[in-house]
């Protein structure tokens, strides 16, 4: 079946740490690919997305991710998190219509 | 621009019970979508609409579940009646019309639903 896998469910770092998150798709084809972020008591907002050209993507807040397309991942990353990138993170697939969701990360910054 | 605007925020029910929750997408979109995210998931396609026709619903519940977009803009979902497994947040998203290659969704708040 196809499936979007984030590999962490928590991760705790502290501040001005580096961030990587991983995500892998199963889908085949043309894909359009997201990272998504939920602060607390806020609702889902894009951090990145990738359609088609560079695989590097520069997002918000100083977040990228890198399309690989022969591993079929689109790790996410911050060089130095604050404490304020305290949030769930999901990536997402858009492929035949739809998006897909994985089961999230919850990234907890400490102080 | 305004967001995806979604009432109520939250709802407390009894299972076997009805309940709807009301989306006005963000003005101009054509296709909305309703997804459910249960606690310690990423969320879950629900129900598809571009304009006020269904798109996809192949994972939509039917028999308890029903949804309209009956005018091509705001749209409810239902559930009637309730189970304990539809303790959920219910998310709207919607899209813009007519921009090819550009996927992006944009969700408003959600709904938390609490089905005792």
């Known amino acids: 079946a196809q499936s979007v896998s984030q590999h962490n469910h928590h991760v705790i770092l502290s501040e001005a740490a580096s961030l990587e998150l991983g995500c892998n798709y199963s889908?085949?084809?043309?894909?359009?690919l997201f990272w998504y972020v939920q602060y607390p008591g806020q609702h889902l907002q894009l951090l990145l997305k990738y359609f088609s050209g560079d695989p590097l993507v520069k997002g918000i807040k100083g977040f990228e991710a890198e399309f690989i397309k022969s591993k079929f991942s689109f790790n996410l990353r911050k060089p130095s998190v604050q404490w304020s990138d305290t949030a769930e993170y999901f990536c997402a697939v858009f492929n035949d219509y739809k998006l897909s969701f994985g089961a999230g990360t919850t990234v907890t910054v400490r102080a | 621009e305004a967001g995806v605007a979604q009432s109520p925020r939250y709802k407390i029910i009894e299972k076997r019970q009805s309940v709807a929750f009301w989306c006005n997408p963000i003005?101009?979109?054509?296709?909305l979508y309703w997804y459910q995210q249960i606690l310690g998931q990423g969320p879950k396609l629900l129900i598809q609409?571009?304009?006020?026709?269904?798109?996809?619903d192949s994972q939509l519940p039917k028999d308890r579940f029903s949804a309209e977009r009956l005018k091509g803009v705001d749209s409810t979902l239902k559930i009637q009646p309730a189970k304990l497994e539809d303790s959920a947040v219910y998310l709207c998203?919607?899209?813009?019309?007519?921009?090819?290659?550009?996927?992006?969704?944009?969700f408003g708040p959600g709904t938390r639903l609490t089905v005792l």
């Open positions: 003005s101009g979109h054509a296709t």
């Open positions: 998203a919607s899209r813009r019309t007519g921009a090819s290659g550009d996927n992006e969704q944009f």
């Open positions: 609409f571009q304009n006020n026709g269904v798109v996809d």
């Open positions: 889908y085949g084809g043309t894909v359009n």
